[in-house]
């Protein structure tokens, strides 16, 4: 089993920013990603950074040049930090772990941007 903790979310005035963090405890015996996700009402949770095999990073479209996705292995933690943040980025952001083909996911933390 893995747990995924989040923090970090919160409300921030619009070009604000915000870091949100996911540390993972359990039996993460071989990662596959990490990662995050966002999921707005009535929509399909999407993409929003992630790493996969190796140190290879895969940004949305919306968030690149906005957003970063940095990770601490020894801690087996990952990080997204978010810059310049847009009304549009309000939503509920997920952290994933993909363990051993299994995807685990944190209990979500809610990003709001006001205008």
């Known amino acids: 089993q893995v747990q995924l903790v989040e923090s970090g979310g919160g409300l921030v005035q619009a070009g604000g920013s915000l870091r949100l963090s996911c540390a993972a405890s359990?039996?993460?015996?071989?990662?596959?990603?990490m990662g995050w996700y966002r999921q707005a009402p009535g929509k399909q949770r999407e993409l929003v950074a992630t790493f996969s095999s190796g140190s290879s990073t895969n940004y949305a479209d919306s968030v690149k040049g906005r957003f970063t996705i940095s990770r601490d292995n020894a801690k087996n933690t990952v990080h997204l930090q978010m810059n310049s943040l847009k009304p549009e980025d309000t939503t509920v952001y997920y952290c994933?772990?993909?363990?051993?083909?299994?995807?685990?996911w944190g209990q979500g933390t809610q990003v709001t941007v006001s205008s």
């Open positions: 994933n772990f993909r363990v051993m083909g299994f995807d685990y």
């Open positions: 359990g039996s993460l015996f071989i990662i596959n990603a």
